[in-house]
């Protein structure tokens, strides 16, 4: 018994090495990864169908309880039996293909097993298909209760299913006294080896696809670290800046000699290796680039030819070029050079490939947000410019009456008129304009309708010290003092009181505007801010358009409230983001010139 066992242990091995030797197949990796269709069944069927003949083959031959050839086994005595590993190789393809590879390996190792004769070839036959069956059936009900296939579990599983085989014999071979001695001799070395050797086997490729798997991992992690850095100057779009930052990134994280970046036309980049004649702003000097910008996939050469550098004495033999592209269209190239051609490869071509993906997505969402501000700023400037003919018409109305009565007035009227719109024009210019600028806006509106109504309206200003360079959106006090002064008197007794209040709070700036008026009906209040309205007094657009600029300049954190008593006044507060130093929030850095 020790010595079949110390054979079946050299069988053992043999199969082991064969597994370990196809474990490093790319293909068969692959197809053990992949949920399996039913071409790639067809190959692990084959493959662990040709374990179970080779198994066959190098059995072990018994007579009587005793070996007699432990050779290359091409057929056995009527009265002899083999003991081997044949239910290893059946087992592990169930194990890993399923009841059906199970069952297609078990019956190409059965039906070779059946042709090579002796008393146990029926049954060895029969006990093989079984194999692959349970093997199959058993493992699967394992995933599906989210366990694990180990290596022990395979050991377990290989064991009791050699067992099995032990009673097929005892109950189809004839006759069964020999039988039983068979079983007596072969039983315990065959359940125990190949228990082993399937423990060996699944180890062996547990342990590749482990390798695999932190590999992955790592190239992985290290894509989305190259990303990360390399977002910011993506983000800038594609200039010889933005490029050679993230060239350098790329060199210094990957194994690349050099790393190129071009748009459709020209050199916008290329650092480390052979910079002297490639040279940003130049032509392009690579046949390979120029395949890339023209089909959009990704290339890769493994000799100077394949590279086609016009320069003879480049010392660059291998590269990848990754396409950019904006909407599937090529925009640009990356490219990785190396001057041996063997540092590239698999690791560093799947991990330029997945770069290329994710480049492509960074280039694509930084168009996107320039153009949603662009967007944005254009909305912004049609909203700003709604509130200028707003206030031109009253005025320039009121200058044609004081022209019949009061012409000196009614040139003081143009000088301030002139005054007032020579400081819009500067201010529609950009989206944001100091604070006092503002004022002195508002100062210039608040002295042509003074002119026009004396002594009918009281202004009072209460603004904090060192708030004068804050910047603010332009036109975003002047409506709110008009809408008061068309507004909010037309129907009470006395002079009508405006307070303008600016102040700092929780690194906000505040801005008050409240009035003594008639106040704003509650169910009008709601709507105020949110759209404009159908009114015979008015459509509420000045304080819409300001609610529009504030949410889309400061996205969102800045806010607009109003509240109101009928017969007590209006107050409508503004709060705007402010950094921690007192200046405008940062969140609308980067969108104005």
């Not at 209040?525 to 358009?545: R, V």
């Amino acid at each position: 018994m020790l010595v079949l066992a110390a054979l079946m242990i050299e069988k053992v091995g043999i199969i082991v090495i064969v597994a370990f030797l196809l474990s490093q197949i790319k293909s068969f990796r692959q197809v053990i990864h992949n949920e399996n269709n039913w071409g790639e069944k067809v190959i692990l069927i084959l493959i662990f169908g040709a374990f179970g003949m080779i198994s066959n083959y190098t059995g072990i031959e018994i007579e009587r309880g005793t070996i007699v050839n432990s050779g290359w086994l091409v057929g056995i005595d009527p009265d002899n039996a083999i003991a081997n590993t044949r239910v290893m190789g059946v087992v592990i393809g169930g194990i890993l293909g399923g009841p059906v590879v199970g069952i297609g390996a078990g019956l190409i190792a059965g039906i070779h097993r059946y042709s090579l004769g002796g008393f146990t070839a029926i049954a060895c036959s029969l006990a093989v298909v079984v194999a692959g069956v349970c093997s199959g059936y058993f493992s699967r009900k394992q995933l599906k209760r989210d366990k694990k296939i180990t290596p022990i579990y395979a050991a377990k599983l290989g064991m009791t299913l050699e067992a099995v085989q032990m009673i097929i014999i005892l109950a189809f071979a004839k006759p069964f006294d020999e039988a039983w001695a068979l079983v007596q001799v072969i039983g315990i070395p065959m359940i125990v080896v190949n228990g082993l050797g399937m423990f060996l086997f699944m180890y062996i490729i547990q342990s590749i696809v482990r390798d695999e798997e932190r590999a992955r991992a790592n190239q992985t992690s290290q894509a989305f670290y190259i990303a990360d850095q390399t977002l910011p100057f993506f983000r800038q779009g594609l200039n010889t800046h933005s490029c050679k930052e993230i060239a350098e990134i790329m060199l210094k994280l990957t194994d690349a000699d050099a790393v190129a970046m071009t748009d459709e036309h020209c050199v916008l980049a290329h650092v480390g290796a052979e910079s002297d004649h490639h040279i940003p702003q130049g032509e392009l000097t690579t046949g390979l680039t120029k395949k890339v910008l023209e089909t959009g996939r990704i290339a890769v050469a493994k000799s100077k030819e394949e590279i086609f550098c016009s320069h003879s004495d480049c010392s660059l033999e291998a590269a990848i070029v990754l396409p950019l592209k904006i909407q599937n269209k090529t925009a640009g190239t990356l490219k990785m050079y190396f001057i041996k051609p063997s540092k590239l490869d698999d690791v560093q071509q799947q991990l330029a490939e997945g770069l290329a993906n994710l480049f492509s997505t960074q280039f694509e969402l930084a168009e996107a947000e320039r153009q949603t501000k662009l967007l944005k700023d254009a909305e912004i400037k049609a909203l700003q410019a709604q509130i200028h003919p707003h206030f031109l018409f009253n005025s320039l109305n009121s200058i044609s009456i004081l022209c019949r009565t009061d012409a000196q007035k009614a040139r003081k009227l143009l000088l301030e008129l002139s005054a007032y719109l020579r400081g819009n024009i500067q201010g529609a210019k950009q989206m944001l304009i100091p604070l006092d600028k503002e004022i002195e806006n508002v100062k210039s509106y608040l002295s042509l309708e003074q002119t026009r109504f004396p002594d009918k309206y009281e202004i009072e200003f209460e603004i904090e010290n060192d708030l004068e360079k804050i910047l603010i959106p332009p036109f975003t006090l002047q409506p709110l003092v008009e809408n008061a002064i068309n507004y909010a008197f037309t129907s009470i007794v006395g002079i009508g009181k405006i307070k303008i209040q600016i102040y700092s709070l929780n690194n906000n700036l505040r801005i008050v505007v409240s009035d003594n008026g008639k106040g704003i009906p509650i169910n009008k209040i709601e709507l105020l801010g949110k759209q404009t309205m159908i009114s015979k007094k008015g459509t509420g657009t000045a304080i819409f358009n300001i609610s529009k600029r504030l949410s889309g300049i400061y996205n969102g954190k800045a806010k607009l409230e109003i509240t109101s008593e009928l017969n007590r006044g209006t107050s409508i507060l503004i709060s705007i983001p402010l950094d921690s130093k007192g200046v405008l929030h940062q969140n609308v850095e980067g969108i104005y010139s």
